[in-house]
């Protein structure tokens, strides 16, 4: 890569659009993504991250707007800009039929390899990824986990400067999503660019720099995973309650101690609500025994998807069934 | 506790393990595959996926058994006089039968790695686009002769006897791959716009059937009712097949041929264009 590269952003987005029919799936997106690091983009089931994710790898035009990456327009330098990303699509994009390893020599040779270098590759990426013992298996009797690393492996037959990863962990067992975890940050301390998006802001939290909350194909917050999770209050509190006849006197205790709302909590006893910090979480509890409520238990975690989008949007989020092809 | 499993919890949640870390750090970069050796990696493809699903050749072998014994013995008496008679006749015509029926394959191939996402990644790869089809297409060349090899030798068996003989057979199997190979463009269009595997044998049942069952492979045309014969006589598999019985009896028909092959040409002019057309546009 030359110098004149090198000045530009990873991805610039601006105004970038795409319709299918009536449905905006990508409706007017401004963005920019620095090099290095891991960008997140959080949004629900229909928000517009694979249809954003496959114009950026040049898989699908856009019907209005323009990006850029690396400087190179996704439209007429396409040809540019599949030689520095790799996508790692939402579903298995590897060939059922054919084994783990054959479908790496595939994409070995399809990058340049000798039949000899492309076997190497291969090899040396089923051990990276402990897929090796399966190697020689069909990929149609892999589990989930194996798949999606395979996936990512096929991503990386060649070291790209940018690769897209679709809802990674999506469907994984905690296993397996720690693995393509850890995968992604050794992707991260070797220089690439990782575009992430996922349906958990527990996940871009964990790996993200910067993450941008998208719905119904537009940004509604971006920043980094601290300022997002302070504009929706830092923590969430849940308590447990031993008799629900006193969650009503519960609320009126803790409306006392915490400047912020309730969020809804359907279960009759407990009650939720956004503190600063595990300290003032702690004046809460005690605050309630000396009430004398009755606590059988609390939790502090961090809001949940849904939560966020409540906090942004003032709605809930509205998933949608339909999926893409 | 066993303290190793412990520290490999560790790396599992903090650092990232090193394996993949080398892995990323030797990825040299190889000059670009060209167009040429892209679509003999996509053939290779096709070939892997013969080896690893031998069923999609159950048909092209299944089907020609069952009809080569089938009409010879049960027919090949009354329409021909002698079965071994009827065999001369029948055999140029059942390979014809089995290689077009099998072209229906090529787009459901393209129809699988489209709605299996395999396209999406090739499509995003830095190579020469078309050639995934070029390559797809050099894979059914591969099972077109491996079919028509199979028909020939149990011809021989039971008692087919070419008078053109091994260059005449040659010369009726290019022109057959030649003619499938143009008809499988019609597939691979369709491959691309079609919702479901399912749709696709049902639009190659209703059009390969009377393509095949009303031509001159099992009769004489001037056998049957005027309506059907005329369409019977403007049939493409009707000069497909005249044309390579012409070359394995070692009389060629140029009219056969010539047909067949200006037949081929117009089918890749309409539809190979289209094919790259419906491959460009980005759904
Ligand atoms: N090929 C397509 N044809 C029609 N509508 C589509 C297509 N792809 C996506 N959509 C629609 O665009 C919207 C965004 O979809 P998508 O980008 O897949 O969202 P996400 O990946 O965030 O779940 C949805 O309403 C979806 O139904
Ligand atoms: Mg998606």
């Not at chain 1, 994710?53 to 019907?63: E, F, H, K, N």
């Not at chain 2, 892995?23 to 040429?36: C, K, M, V, W, Y």
């Not at chain 2, 499938?180 to 749709?199: K, M, V």
Request: aromatic letters at 8%; a neutral charge.
């Amino acid at each position: 890569m030359n110098r004149m590269e090198n000045l530009n952003p990873a991805i610039e987005i601006s105004g970038l659009t795409r319709y299918f029919g009536d449905v905006r799936a990508v409706d007017g997106i401004d963005l920019t993504v620095e090099r290095g690091g891991v960008y997140g983009i959080l949004g629900p089931n229909g928000a517009g991250k694979t249809t954003l994710i496959r114009m950026l790898a040049t898989l699908l035009q856009p019907s209005a707007g323009t990006a850029k990456v690396f400087g190179h327009d996704i439209v007429s330098e396409a040809r540019t800009i599949r030689k520095l990303v790799s996508l790692t699509g939402q579903f298995a994009s590897v060939d059922e039929d054919l084994t783990g390893r054959e479908n790496l020599v595939l994409l070995g040779r399809l990058f340049g390899f000798s039949a000899r270098q492309a076997k190497i590759r291969a090899g040396d990426l089923l051990n990276g990824f402990g897929l090796i013992d399966a190697s020689r298996r069909q990929v149609k009797t892999y589990s989930g986990g194996m798949r999606r690393k395979l996936d990512i492996a096929a991503s990386l037959v060649v070291r790209p400067e940018l690769i897209f990863l679709d809802e990674p962990t999506t469907g994984l067992d905690p296993r397996s999503r720690n693995q393509v975890w850890d995968i992604v940050r050794a992707l991260v301390s070797e220089g690439t660019t990782v575009l992430l998006t996922t349906q958990y802001l527990d996940e871009a939290d964990q790996l993200a720099g910067s993450i941008a909350v998208i719905d119904h194909g537009k940004v509604i917050a971006e920043g980094t995973p601290a300022e997002l999770k302070r504009s929706v209050g830092t923590s969430i509190l849940r308590i447990h309650l031993k008799n629900k006849d006193q969650k009503v006197k519960a609320k009126e205790v803790v409306a006392l101690m915490v400047n912020s709302d309730f969020t809804e909590d359907t279960d009759p006893f407990r009650i939720s609500i956004h503190v600063e910090d595990a300290d003032e979480a702690s004046h809460v509890i005690s605050a309630l025994v000396n009430a004398s409520v009755e606590v059988s238990g609390f939790s502090l975690g961090q809001p949940s998807l849904d939560e966020v989008f409540l906090a942004l949007t003032g709605q809930p989020v509205k998933t949608e069934s339909g999926e893409d092809e | 506790m066993d303290t190793s499993i412990k520290k490999t919890e560790f790396t599992s949640v903090g650092t990232p393990p090193n394996s993949i870390k080398s892995i990323l750090s030797t990825g040299t970069r190889p000059t670009q595959a060209n167009a040429f050796s892209a679509s003999v990696t996509f053939g290779w493809r096709a070939l892997l996926k013969i080896k690893h699903v031998p069923e999609q050749l159950f048909d092209a072998t299944a089907f020609p058994i069952m009809f080569t014994l089938m009409f010879t013995y049960l027919l090949g008496g009354a329409i021909a006089g002698s079965t071994g008679e009827y065999l001369q006749f029948l055999l140029p015509g059942i390979m014809a039968q089995t290689v077009v029926m099998i072209t229906v394959y090529t787009g459901v191939a393209v129809n699988n790695d489209i709605r299996k996402g395999v396209f999406d990644r090739f499509r995003s790869l830095p190579i020469w686009q078309p050639s995934v089809l070029v390559g797809a297409l050099l894979g059914d060349a591969a099972r077109y002769t491996l079919a028509s090899g199979i028909v020939i030798s149990l011809g021989m068996i039971l008692g087919f006897r070419p008078e053109g003989g091994a260059p005449g057979v040659l010369m009726a199997v290019l022109l057959l791959l030649v003619f499938s190979f143009s008809l499988s463009w019609i597939w691979t269009a369709i491959g691309f716009i079609a919702r479901s595997q399912e749709s696709l044998f049902f639009l190659s049942f209703v059009v390969l059937f009377p393509l095949t069952f009303a031509s001159n492979i099992f009769v004489d045309p001037q056998t049957m009712p005027s309506w059907l014969e005329a369409f019977v006589e403007v049939n493409p598999v009707t000069f497909l097949v005249m044309a390579m019985r012409g070359l394995m009896h070692g009389a060629p028909e140029v009219e056969g041929i010539g047909i067949t092959l200006a037949i081929s040409a117009g089918l890749v002019a309409v539809f190979g264009p289209l094919t790259m057309y419906l491959f460009r546009r980005k759904k």
